[in-house]
């Protein structure tokens, strides 16, 4: 399989499938020598008009086989070599063994690129005033930042990225059922709705999977396909001198919106999409998720949550039995004492 993967054109049920697609939107790569290129540009134009079902069937296939195991991406084991022999070596130890184990590391330490080198600074300073035990922010190299980003961008704008991302396909599927199902262009962003209005509450594995999505488009805005979609001309226009990558463009325009004289400068679209997003992210910190360290605004998230009555109910039902156990546990030490008492 990872033959195929590096050489499509010898993958014969992709190239028989695609055969047509390929000699008239891929002919260069159907005889150039570069890993993966077939299968790229494939991916690339699949939603073109005139391919046929049968190829549309067989790249959503490979696409994601290689976007679930990235052994099979010859690009990210290419550019990000470094970072597996850095952040990833259990992935050596199980490399005969099929499993998304690395792409998962290689999203995590994605995940981590969000902050700029000055706000990673200051939460550093803050949190070991606190605490001892800071895991630092593992670096990326701008040629992996930009290959996973590009994995990223591919899946979470195809027709169907809750059926490619294999995390969503694992542990949302039941939520984009039920929610979601009748949104087929983004569902996605569907998911991300309903976790800021806390109904995804009921199904924390989901929820935490739309925390590291949040957290994928906090790293770089351009992953996050509604978000750059709102605010793509703003970039552009506002910050087009800002270097692109590990979140400088975002935190560009999140400082323009933290000021009424920024906010006049921003279409309204981008402003309402911003915002929202802060209140995403505020969120799945408050709600610690996996990536989100901070958990300074527990309070404020639950009680927004549409579903806040329950968790207080929750709360105090638990503080509620701890009070019953320490009385119980009060009166059965007096007994006992008492009837040392009398035996002596």
């Known amino acids: 399989m990872q033959e195929t993967a590096k050489d499509a054109s010898i993958d014969w049920p992709l190239v028989n499938a695609c055969k047509t697609a390929a000699e008239e939107h891929c002919p260069k790569e159907l005889v150039s020598k570069v890993e993966g290129s077939l299968l790229k540009c494939l991916i690339h134009h699949k939603g073109k008009e005139g391919i046929n079902a049968n190829c549309k069937k ?42 998304g184990y690395l792409m998962r590391c290689l999203r995590d330490v994605f995940r981590e690129q969000g902050d700029d080198d000055e706000e990673e600074e200051e939460k550093t300073s803050k949190k070991s005033k606190k605490s001892k035990k800071h895991k630092e922010k593992r670096k990326m190299n701008d040629k992996c930042y ?52 806390g109904e995804l509450d009921y199904d924390m594995e989901c929820a935490n999977v739309v925390g590291k999505l949040l957290r994928e488009g906090k790293s770089d805005a351009t992953v996050d396909a509604a978000l750059d979609g709102a605010c793509a001309m703003d970039m552009q226009t506002h910050c087009k001198n800002v270097p692109h990558g590990h979140g400088r463009k975002l935190h560009c325009l999140l400082a323009l919106v933290d000021t009424e004289a920024g906010r006049q400068q921003l279409r309204s679209e981008c402003v309402k999409k911003l915002e929202q997003r802060q209140n995403m992210w505020s969120r799945a910190e408050a709600l610690k998720l996996n990536g989100w360290e901070d958990f300074d605004v527990v309070v404020q998230a639950v009680m927004k949550s549409e579903h806040r009555n329950m968790w207080v109910g929750i709360l105090f039902g638990v503080i509620g039995l701890i009070l019953a156990l320490g009385c119980l546990c009060g009166n059965l030490s007096s007994r006992r004492y008492s009837e040392y008492e009398k035996l002596r």
Do not use: W
């Not at 067989?58 to 991406?73: S, Y």
């Not at 930009?146 to 994995?151: K, M, P, S």
């Not at 990223?152 to 294999?166: C, G, M, Q």
């Not at 995390?167 to 976790?195: G, M, P, T, Y």
């Open 58 to 99: 067989a790249v959503r296939i490979r696409h994601m086989e290689q976007f679930t195991d990235a052994r099979l991406n010859p690009t990210l084991l290419h550019h990000c070599s470094n970072e597996i022999n850095t952040h990833c070596m259990h992935y050596h130890e199980n490399k005969d063994k099929i499993s």
């Open 146 to 197: 930009e290959a996973v980003g590009n994995e990223l961008r591919s899946v979470e704008k195809s027709s169907n990225p809750a059926i490619l991302d294999p995390e969503i396909r694992k542990f949302c599927k039941n939520a984009v059922e039920k929610h979601c199902k009748s949104r087929q262009d983004d569902q996605i962003e569907c998911l991300r709705i309903k976790f800021s209005k």
